[in-house]
């Protein structure tokens, strides 16, 4: 079994700012790309942030320059800071990993379960 566990999420006034934290745990021989993503009302999920195995990144336009996305390779978790927040960014957000369970297995999706984020006016 695997497990991703997301924390960090809360409310915040707009401009502040909050730190994501994902952990994936179980049995894992390797874990590749991660990733965050988002999920506002009535929207579709949404890619905010991804990263490589080594440390490549990419972002949403929307969150350029106002969020960074980090890894730990050694405890197998993926950050996400998020500064200069607005209203916009409120949405539940979700950890994504791609997964190598063992040596020469098919890599899979695994998901956390979502932490929210709300940013007030």
């Known amino acids: 079994q695997v497990q991703l566990v997301e924390s960090g999420g809360g409310l915040v006034q707009a401009g502040g700012s909050l730190r994501l934290s994902c952990v994936s745990s179980g049995s894992i021989f390797v874990i590749n790309a991660m990733g965050w993503y988002r999920q506002a009302p009535g929207k579709q999920r949404e890619l905010v942030a991804g990263?490589?195995?080594?440390?490549?990144?990419n972002y949403d336009d929307s969150v350029k320059g106002r969020f960074t996305i980090s890894r730990d390779n050694a405890k197998n978790t993926v950050y996400l800071q998020m500064n200069s927040l607005s209203p916009e960014d409120t949405a539940v957000y979700y950890c994504?990993?791609?997964?190598?369970?063992?040596?020469?297995?098919?890599?899979?999706?695994?998901w956390g379960q979502g932490t929210q984020v709300t940013v007030s006016s």
């Open positions: 990263i490589s195995r080594g440390g490549r990144t």
């Open positions: 994504n990993a791609k997964i190598q369970r063992f040596s020469g297995a098919a890599e899979n999706d695994y």
